[in-house]
């Protein structure tokens, strides 16, 4: 196992279990299965271990099997605050006293802020008081670093990222979120501040290896290397040393094995060039039916009626190359529910983006396009009662 270091330079195994997704027997998580893959895991050098407040019954079964083989103090345990849920101070150490009681521990030792999407969501956390609170925590050691996990578009990740001495933060990444989300740039950013950063959805739960288009296969085989479609995707992250911890849900012993085989082989900086010309082919491979040719550069932007173009586009071509639930769920996580309004109806046709666009894109043209797909009239409606509810009527 390899492992790359926290701010205070704990090292941390680079290949995190992800604790959500754990094999079931019946409605309940199986926990001898459970028990069998995090002790294996544990055994071959992971130290580090990711659960949720509302992963169901995680937080519970990870705390039963770390007591039952006495090795909390040698890992690490990262839990998250259902944030999303918190209107006043109470409901700060109502949650958290209720997740060191499932863990059965008295500290958590990488505490996030849940699935932020909009710097707005740290604001009122803000308001509730949640600095006094984490200094709180922190100095009674009851929480030893404090972090965010996120899930909306670069510009609001790098909002919160600099309104706050992060320990921590996770975010989604993977080959083909390189420029959607925090992206590259977000990763860049926080390693810049010595911040380091997890990866969850290293494999688009999944998608890049259950849902690989043909073309994307062959040029895998046809490559020198005998990697499967999982293990292209882990070494393209474990490549970058930006990246400090990569997540995985592991739910097999052949998924433990062999991510833990991946992670001990694999160094920064150890891709060649010949296996970045087969991303492109894979990436070209799965993007062939996309709608818009939208590279993410972000040449067009700012919009100056704030309209999110990439991210548009990216949702809109998620649609075609994943689902079109998928494509809708990206689109508003990271552009439906911001709290300035981004939507493709904002735009005036000024035509300033088209000036910009190295892609030559009729930008305008296709907005509408995409707008029209992506949000058909009942989830207009969804979206604008979800922002009433999150930014008191702040609709578009
Ligand atoms: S044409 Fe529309 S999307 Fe493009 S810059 Fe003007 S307002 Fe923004
Ligand atoms: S400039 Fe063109 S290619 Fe770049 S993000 Fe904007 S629309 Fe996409």
Not at 57 to 70: C, L, Q, R, V
Not at 73 to 94: C, F, G, M, V, W
Not at 163 to 172: A, H, K, P, R, S
Not at 262 to 272: M, W
Request: proline fraction near 4%.
């Amino acid at each position: 196992m390899h492992y790359r270091n926290d701010k205070c330079s704990n090292p941390l195994s680079v290949l995190g279990f992800g604790c959500m997704r754990f094999a079931k027997k019946g409605n309940a998580i199986d926990m001898e299965q459970a028990e069998k893959q995090i002790m294996a895991a544990y055994e071959a050098g992971v130290n580090y271990f990711d659960s949720a407040y509302i992963y169901p019954g995680s937080e519970a079964a990870i705390g039963e099997i770390f007591e039952k083989n006495g090795i909390r103090e040698k890992i690490h345990i990262a839990t998250k605050l259902p944030q999303y849920l918190i209107s006043n101070k109470e409901a700060l150490d109502r949650y958290f006293n209720e997740e060191l009681k499932r863990l059965r521990t008295d500290y958590v030792d990488y505490y996030l802020m849940h699935h932020m999407t909009d710097v707005a969501m740290w604001e009122k956390l803000k308001a509730v008081g949640i600095l006094e609170w984490i200094e709180e925590k922190k100095a009674s050691g009851a929480i030893r670093n404090i972090g965010f996990s996120y899930h909306g578009n670069t510009d609001n990740f790098l909002k919160i990222l600099n309104d706050y001495d992060w320990d921590v933060c996770q975010i989604q990444y993977n080959y083909l979120d390189e420029v959607s989300q925090a992206g590259r740039a977000g990763l860049k950013a926080a390693y810049e501040k010595g911040i380091p950063v997890i990866i969850m959805e290293p494999l688009r739960g999944g998608k890049l290896v259950n849902m690989l288009p043909e073309g994307a296969r062959k040029a895998m085989a046809e490559s020198s290397h005998a990697w499967s479609p999982a293990e292209w995707g882990l070494r393209w992250l474990y490549d970058q040393p930006e990246v400090t911890v990569v997540l995985s849900g592991m739910n097999t012993m052949e998924m433990v094995n062999e991510n833990c085989r991946v992670a001990s082989e694999t160094f920064a900086h150890s891709l060649k060039e010949e296996d970045f010309k087969v991303f492109e082919a894979v990436k070209k491979a799965i993007n062939e039916n996309e709608k818009v040719g939208c590279t993410g550069c972000r040449y067009c932007m700012p919009c100056p009626k704030n309209v999110d173009i990439p991210g548009i586009f990216r949702s809109y071509n998620t649609m075609f190359i994943e689902s079109k639930h998928q494509g809708r769920f990206q689109f508003a996580q990271t552009v439906g529910l911001t709290k300035e309004p981004a939507f493709a109806s904002q735009c005036i046709e000024c035509g300033k983006c088209e000036q910009h666009c190295p892609q030559n894109i009729p930008i305008r043209a296709k907005l509408k396009e995409a707008d029209k797909a992506l949000r058909p009239l009942p989830y207009k409606i969804g979206i604008n009662l979800v922002r009433a509810f999150m930014f008191r009527g702040n609709k578009a």
